[in-house]
């Protein structure tokens, strides 16, 4: 069964990092765009920005830009995104997705494979 | 990048058919078909049920459908079901290469 698996809840200090990982199994991520996406709780999904397996490029929403990185193993199938300089307004559950077949083979793809999220909670 | 507009809520009864709105700006919906719709029911995650406007993954109900018109996309739901009630959002491509979701909007089957 092709599903992506997420790392475990995290609680973090404001201030500090969280890195979040997303593990494809079932197929093997190459050529994949990975989309990262998080929801504060009662709150609507947030687009944070997206990977190419296959060549590392990434592109960030502007809201996130100078403060998360994503990056890619492919020897492992597996997509980190990292967040710093935490604040309680990041807490959230984070989602990665990919798409199956991709096509565009960047963020304009049909994310139909959901990881089952990650909730980070900021809070000294 | 602001967030897509969509209706805070939409009601109907069984068997009939609601749309739902997405409307943004020539910026992204305007210029792109690259148009996607999630549906997300509560502690889950989002499941796409339309992308590049019109079309449904594998799997998907043909009672859902996609649309565009200018800078609004569309959600219809015909034959509503029980099973409808959730969260539904919408979601484009933008001219910075980048994506943004709609407000979303809560169906209720009354």
């Known amino acids: 069964q092709v599903q992506l698996v997420q790392s475990g809840d995290e609680v973090k200090n404001p201030g500090a990092s969280v890195k979040v990982s997303c593990k494809a199994s079932?197929?093997?991520?190459?050529?994949?765009?990975i989309l990262w996406v998080r929801q504060a709780p009662g709150q609507g999904l947030e687009w944070m920005g997206w990977?190419?397996?296959?060549?590392?490029?990434?592109d960030y929403a502007q809201k996130f830009q100078g403060r998360v990185t994503m990056t890619t193993d492919t020897s492992t199938s597996t997509t980190h995104m990292e967040l710093g300089n935490l604040q309680s307004d990041d807490t959230a559950v984070y989602y990665c997705?990919?798409?199956?077949?991709?096509?565009?083979?960047?963020?304009?793809?049909?994310?139909?494979?959901w990881g089952q999220g990650t909730m980070v909670t900021v809070s000294s | 990048q602001s967030a897509l507009t969509q209706p805070p809520s939409v009601s109907g009864s069984p068997g009939q058919s609601i749309t739902i709105s997405c409307t943004g700006t020539?910026?992204?919906?305007?210029?792109?078909?690259?148009v996607s719709w999630y549906q997300q029911h509560p502690g889950k995650a989002p499941k796409l049920m339309i992308f590049?406007?019109?079309n449904r993954p594998s799997g998907v109900s043909d009672r859902f459908s996609g649309s565009k018109s200018d800078n609004t996309a569309s959600l219809t739901i015909s034959g509503l079901q029980a099973e409808d009630e959730a969260e539904y959002y919408c979601?484009?491509?933008?001219?910075?290469?980048?994506?943004?979701f709609g407000t979303g909007t809560k169906v209720t089957v009354l």
């Open positions: 990977i190419s397996t296959f060549n590392g490029i990434t």
């Open positions: 020539s910026s992204d919906i305007g210029e792109y078909n690259s």
């Open positions: 590049d406007v019109t």
């Open positions: 979601s484009s491509y933008t001219s910075r290469k980048t994506g943004v």
């Open positions: 997705a990919t798409a199956r077949t991709p096509y565009y083979y960047d963020s304009r793809d049909a994310f139909d494979i």
């Open positions: 079932g197929y093997t991520l190459r050529i994949h765009p």
